[in-house]
Every structure is written in structure tokens, then in C-alpha cells.
């Protein structure tokens, strides 16, 4: 008996030794090509094999009908939002290939996950890490040599920037018109709610010395606590770590106006929340933009994302704690209300001056060089010397027109699209019992501006015109958005006539301009309103 008993452990353990972990497509291509589709879910289904305790679920399914796998990693017992949130552990989200040519963060995240099964495998008595390894999965399988030309490789190709609908996945956090983004969007960072989300590219543009650039949410109507937390902890924090545990020389995104004379300054990119980074701000919540070096080598793109990835989580180790009460603080704050003007406009502004790490370039004869990487203008050659060069860095962003944060809007519910859209962003949505007479504003539009030029399938529209208070009656069945909310910020951006990426931006309320009043309605003072709330348009 003893001895069949120890053949058998003997055996077991042969088993568990056997259960190789997988290498991602990068390793084993010795970096000469990317994973397909098939390989991020094979990879999954080995890790899953090694440790079946990690979890996965589809949060999306793409127009080409792949499910976008969502990987979860954690301590045992996390099997949903649910038993994530009793754990009272930070929830970490990565995700990559948004952009399918910018493709080492679907290889590095690839390589945390087998990480959080084998040597930081302790990290999951600490937090829960969602991966989400291949985003725009349609995009990745539409394969060429030539799509990125000026990115170092892999060799072998990559996908597309777009999804299969031609849609840039990274300007529709806040119309959500692809599939992709509704699934995010509502069974990622609703559902599960992280508190800092990392997602990962490869940059475009200026020659720099750095490895790496981040940034953080840009968008002023973020909560300011979470926005200063991050500049002034966290991101130093892991910027440290990668200079002196690999040597290697990471900074805030950016891009210099003029690879020629870099003190005219380092421009960081764009405030509106159709980025991912900026959206996840106005949801009360921290996020880091990654952006590994287009110019570097393939295996090095890799190499310093994976790096970052690993300390950002040992961050959220020391940090996370912290992290956890801002976002809660930030939440509790609009629980009560206390919101009274947020920006609908905005201008990028000088940050600060620092000392930025430029790669000299020198002016070259027109078809000697090749053109500036920013402004695709002129004739420049690169010279591969790295300087340091004191600039102004115009990292920040500031209001240049702000709108009182109601009570709450009243919405017609004939604009089921932009009640649809609210409800997959995951705000309380509610429905007048009763008709009510109420003082309201309303927006008197002067004129409408639509776009010459199309963008992402739009012709973006800007409104003009003035706030003018008025008693109204409004029967039962209209919409109304109270502002008592979490996601407050997000309503608010989407709600208001003015905003540069709202509702009204996005021609939602088009068929609904005519009338020449906006069809939303402000209550300025907290009334007691008698509503449902709904969770569907019909
Ligand atoms: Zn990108």
C-alpha cells in the first residue's frame, strides 16, 4: 500500500512538472513575428492547463465574430466582479493591441500572465489582474509587412490600427460604435470596475531618448486628487524603478513641434476622452497610457513594456492601498453631489520646464533625409546622439470654457441613441413617473457647425448658443440623469451642449436641433423627482 501511495505522488508530481509553460510567439520566432489570433488563445488555454484557477471570459465579440478574451488572475475564490470586490485587493487591468500594428504589449502582457502563474505568482495575494491580451483582434489577423514602416519590426508583420469596420478603437470610448468598445466598456470596466487600468502602444513620431513614455488621464474634469496622486507618486515612482533596477530612461509622452530645435518644446497629445486614457479618468479611476519606442527593436519594445508592466504591478503593491481610497473618495464626493463647474473646452498649457532627452537631428537636402517625424514636414537626418535639452513641457491641459454641473438632465426620450449610449457607459438612468412642471435651463442654440471632413464615419458637431432659465412641463416617460452619481463627470461630458466630445459632438441629437433648443434640460437645485430607473430603450 505504502509503496503504491509513494508511486502514485511520484507520479502526480511528473504530471505537474510536465505541464510546460507556453512561450508566446515573439520568444520562439526569436522576435520575428507577433501572435495571430490562435496563438493568444492557445497561449491562454496552457496557462489555464498550469494553473486552472485562472480564469477567462469573453467580454466582447468582434465584428468578424472572435470573442475577445478577458483573462483574470487572482486569489483563489476570484471567480467574478463580485468575489473580486469582497477581496477589498486593488483590480488591475492591462490591456494591449487597441492599436493591432502596435504589437510588443500583446507579447509582454502575455508574458505577466505566465509570470502571475509561475514566479510572481505571489503578486495574486495582493491584487486581481485582469489581462486583456489582444483587443482588436480583427485588426491583428489583417497581417502585412507593410503597415507600420517606420516601426522597428517584428520582420515577419503585423495587423492594422483599425478594427473591421475601418473605426480607430482608441476614438470610441465615448460614441461606442464598435462592438468592441460596448463589450469593454460595459463588461470590462463597468462590470469589473478597476482601479487602474494600463493600456499599451508603440509611439509615433519624434526621436526621443527614451524607451518608453506614459501618461496619465489628461483630462481636467478627472478628479483632481486621482490626476496629482499619479504625477506626483505614482508615475515617478515606476519612472525610478525602471532607471535603476534596468538602467533604462522612461518619461511622460510627448512629442517635440520641431525634431530640429527641441526648445520650442515637448507637446504631450489630446484631452478629449474618445481616448481610452482620458475616458477611464472621467470614470473616477487611475490609468497609465504606454508608449514603447516605435524605433527601437522589436525584442527591446518587448522587453521594456514587459519591465514597465512588472513595475507598475509592484507599484500597485506599495501604492494600491492609497490608489483604492482616492478612487473611493472621488466617488463618495459625487455620491453627495458636490460637483459645481466642470470644463467643456479646453487648451493644452505649459506643464513645466524640464530637461528632455532629445536625439540630435540635423537639416537635410529635400530627398537626402526623410521628413520631420512629428509634422511629416522638411528633410531631416538623424544623427543617433542622444541630448538632454531644457524645454517648456506642455504636458498639461486647462478649461477654457466651464458649464455648471446640475442636479440632474432631463432628456427627450425620442434620442434613444444617446439614452443607449448612457446606458452602456453604465450611468443610473431614470424615467419620469408622473408629468412635472419644474424650473429648468435650457440651451437656446445660435448656430451648429458641423465638421467638413468626416472622422471615424462623423461629421463632429459644435454647438453654439446660451443657457436661459425657464418653467416647463414635461410629461411622464422623459429621461432624467441625476448627477448624485459615481459617474457624474462622464454624464456630464456626454450631456452638455458644448462639450467637445459629447453627445451633441457625436451627432446623436442631429434630428433634434431643428427646434433650435438642445433636447436636454438642466435642474440647477436638487427637487424631489419621482422616477424608474430603466436599464433598456425600446
Ligand atoms: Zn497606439
Redesign the pocket.
Known amino acids: 500500500m505504502r509503496a503504491v501511495a509513494l508511486t502514485s505522488l511520484l507520479l502526480l508530481s511528473e504530471v505537474v512538472m510536465a505541464v510546460e509553460l507556453p512561450r508566446t510567439v515573439a520568444e520562439s520566432s526569436n522576435y520575428r513575428s507577433t501572435s495571430r489570433y490562435e496563438d493568444v488563445m492557445s497561449f491562454i488555454a496552457a496557462v489555464q492547463r498550469a494553473d486552472p484557477e485562472v480564469r477567462v471570459e469573453p467580454f466582447a465579440t468582434t465584428n468578424e465574430g472572435r470573442a475577445l478574451p478577458l483573462v483574470i488572475a487572482g486569489p483563489p475564490g476570484v471567480v467574478d466582479p463580485r468575489s473580486a470586490h469582497a477581496t477589498g485587493l486593488p483590480i488591475v487591468f492591462i490591456m494591449a493591441n ?2 493591432a500594428g ?1 504589437v510588443e504589449g500583446k507579447e509582454a502582457a502575455q508574458m505577466v500572465l505566465r509570470d502571475l502563474v509561475s514566479s510572481s505568482r505571489a503578486l495574486r495575494d495582493q491584487m486581481v489582474v485582469l489581462i486583456a491580451p489582444i483587443y482588436n483582434a480583427d485588426g491583428n489577423e489583417r497581417f502585412g509587412s507593410q503597415h507600420r514602416p517606420t516601426q522597428n519590426g517584428p520582420p515577419n508583420g503585423v495587423g492594422v ?1 483599425e478594427n473591421a469596420q475601418g473605426l480607430d478603437l ?1 476614438r470610441d470610448y465615448m460614441k461606442l460604435q464598435s462592438p468592441e468598445a460596448r463589450g469593454l466598456i460595459a463588461n470590462v470596466l463597468h462590470r469589473w470596475d478597476p482601479l487602474l487600468t494600463v493600456d499599451l ?2 509611439t509615433n513620431g519624434s526621436y526621443h531618448g527614451y524607451a518608453l513614455t506614459y501618461s496619465p488621464t489628461l483630462n481636467p474634469d478627472a478628479p483632481q486628487e486621482l490626476i496629482d496622486f499619479e504625477r506626483e507618486t505614482l508615475l515617478p515612482h515606476i519612472r525610478e524603478r525602471m532607471k535603476s533596477r534596468y538602467g533604462k530612461e522612461t518619461y511622460y509622452y510627448g512629442n517635440f513641434v520641431d525634431q530640429l530645435n527641441p526648445e520650442k518644446g515637448w507637446y504631450t497629445f489630446d484631452s478629449r476622452p474618445r481616448f481610452g486614457n482620458n475616458y477611464i479618468g472621467l470614470r473616477n479611476r487611475f490609468t497609465i497610457l504606454s ?1 514603447a519606442y516605435s524605433y527601437i527593436d522589436f525584442r527591446a519594445r518587448v522587453e521594456v513594456t514587459y519591465q514597465f508592466l512588472q513595475e507598475i504591478l509592484d507599484a500597485v503593491t506599495k501604492h494600491g492601498r492609497k490608489m483604492m481610497k482616492l478612487a473611493d473618495r472621488a466617488d463618495a464626493q459625487l455620491r453627495r453631489g458636490k460637483l459645481r463647474k466642470l470644463g467643456v473646452r479646453f487648451e493644452i498649457r505649459p506643464w513645466r520646464d524640464a530637461e528632455i532627452l532629445w536625439e540630435r537631428a540635423l537639416p537635410a537636402e529635400p530627398g537626402a533625409g526623410a521628413p520631420d517625424p512629428w509634422t511629416e514636414k522638411g528633410s531631416i537626418k538623424r544623427t543617433g546622439q542622444i541630448v538632454p535639452v531644457k524645454m517648456t513641457d506642455y504636458g498639461i491641459f486647462a478649461a477654457t470654457e466651464r458649464s455648471n454641473v446640475p442636479y440632474a438632465y432631463l432628456i427627450d426620450p425620442a434620442a434613444k441613441g444617446a439614452v443607449r449610449n448612457l446606458l452602456l457607459h453604465g450611468i443610473v438612468v431614470e424615467s419620469l413617473r408622473g408629468e412635472t412642471t419644474l424650473e429648468v435651463e435650457e440651451f437656446a442654440i445660435k448656430d451648429v457647425e458641423r465638421a467638413e471632413k468626416a472622422f471615424q464615419e462623423h461629421h463632429e458637431t459644435t454647438l453654439t448658443g446660451k443657457w436661459k432659465e425657464r418653467r416647463e412641463r414635461f410629461p411622464a416617460g422623459t429621461v432624467l440623469v441625476r448627477m448624485n452619481q459615481p459617474l457624474a463627470r462622464l454624464a456630464f461630458y456626454l450631456l452638455e451642449p458644448r462639450s467637445d466630445d459629447g453627445l451633441f459632438d457625436w451627432n446623436f441629437f442631429d434630428s433634434q436641433l431643428e427646434s433650435k433648443i438642445a433636447p436636454v434640460r438642466k435642474v440647477e437645485k436638487p427637487v424631489p423627482l419621482e422616477a424608474t430607473i430603466i436599464t433598456e430603450v425600446h
Open positions: 487597441i492599436h502596435e490600427r482608441n502602444h508603440t508608449e
